[in-house]
């Protein structure tokens, strides 16, 4: 006996509202699991950064800039660096700057966990108490050229007695200045993660995209689309020892005007290899990048720093990945291990308590 369309419409409701109710448990059963296993996403906050248009350097960030990483808040100082501000040197300082990317800058982290105030806190408090000021002039998304950029520009003004260049392995690829400026330098400013001015469907856009960047679940499938589009992603690659002679050329060209720009200021340059995330937890045999930098390093009789082996027995020791979740950079326990990692090898040269040495006539 067939049952009435009013008994058959029921049924059908039932079955679609038993299925939606499956459904819905489900996703979030994979939303919490995702949540256990990575970590929960980090909302971001407005106002973004402004970066302003540099013929020489692409863009800088706007001086004393207010605006959030993440949910942290940041206050550029004059130089527009995070930091507090930069004054005259004094005789007995002992000055150390910091070149890089966001991971100088402290993409997701608070001033006081950023390694560069990590270094700075380690030699001003005892026993050591020493006169040292690590400025950070990280600015994200730099490459060496960039960075080379910036010392030739600030160099001379902050003096500084040991340059530390923060490498890593996206710095291979060399941003284009000129395209950059050329396409940006109608406007006075505009926001470094929107490409424009936070206005009209840009902003209604990227409100759009924080909604989904609440779940878990639409990141993580977001981040596995990318690893299986992206097979020719640069720096999987290069782990996994493809890079391409004309970029090591491109480094070591810059590594060569960064010595001889050291020899200039009379001030002492490391280069320190920031670890790719991935390499913490596992091993790649073909990697050329450490390899690569430290060979170059060594023809050019300038020091190298690998933070890597800390971070992996930081690792082995604890389990737990120093990332922020679904963006790749270090959070503050990685910072940290940074930090860690540049104190090590400095101890090797200024044993504790002893203060770092100036060099003659600096």
């Not at 720093?305 to 020791?317: C, Q, S």
């Not at 963006?327 to 308590?353: F, M, N």
């Amino acid at each position: 006996m067939t049952p009435p369309p009013v008994g058959r419409r029921r049924i059908l409701l039932v079955r679609a509202c038993a299925i939606v109710i499956v459904l819905v448990v489900t996703l979030a059963a994979v939303e919490v699991e995702i949540r256990l296993l990575v970590g929960s996403p980090r909302p971001e906050r407005l106002p973004l950064a402004r970066v302003v248009p540099h013929p020489e350097l692409g863009w800088t960030m706007m001086p004393g800039d207010l605006h959030y990483t993440y949910d942290i808040p940041v206050q550029l100082n004059a130089l527009g660096y995070r930091g507090p501000a930069v004054s005259a040197k004094a005789a007995t300082e002992y000055r150390i700057v910091a070149l890089g990317d966001s991971h100088v800058y402290g993409q997701g982290v608070a001033d006081a966990d950023l390694a560069t105030a990590l270094i700075e806190r380690h030699y001003r408090q005892p026993p050591a108490s020493c006169d040292v000021r690590v400025i950070n002039l990280g600015v994200r998304a730099y490459s060496i050229n960039q960075e080379y950029a910036v010392l030739r520009r600030l160099g001379p003004a902050l003096a500084p007695d040991l340059v530390l260049l923060f490498f890593y392995l996206n710095d291979f690829e060399l941003v284009d200045v000129h395209r950059r400026w050329e396409r940006f330098k109608h406007l006075d400013w505009y926001t470094f993660d929107l490409g424009a001015k936070p206005a009209g469907d840009v902003m209604r856009w990227w409100t759009i995209r924080q909604i989904a960047r609440t779940s878990a679940l639409i990141n993580w499938a977001h981040d596995a689309w990318l690893a299986w589009t992206a097979r020719d992603d640069f720096e999987e690659a290069a782990l996994r020892g493809h890079l391409d002679q004309r970029m090591i050329d491109d480094v070591h060209e810059y590594l060569v005007r960064f010595v001889a720009l050291a020899d200039e200021l009379n001030t002492r340059f490391t280069i320190v290899v920031v670890p790719h995330a991935a390499q913490i937890r596992r091993e790649f045999p073909q990697n050329r990048y450490q390899r690569t930098i430290t060979e170059m390093a060594g023809r050019l009789r300038t020091n190298v720093i690998d933070p890597l082996p800390v971070f992996r027995r930081d690792y082995a020791a604890h389990r737990r990945w120093p990332v922020i979740p679904f963006d790749g950079h270090y959070d503050a326990a990685g910072q940290r291990l940074l930090a860690s990692g540049v104190l090590e090898h400095l101890a090797t040269e200024w044993p504790e308590p002893r203060c770092p040495a100036r060099r003659r006539g600096a």
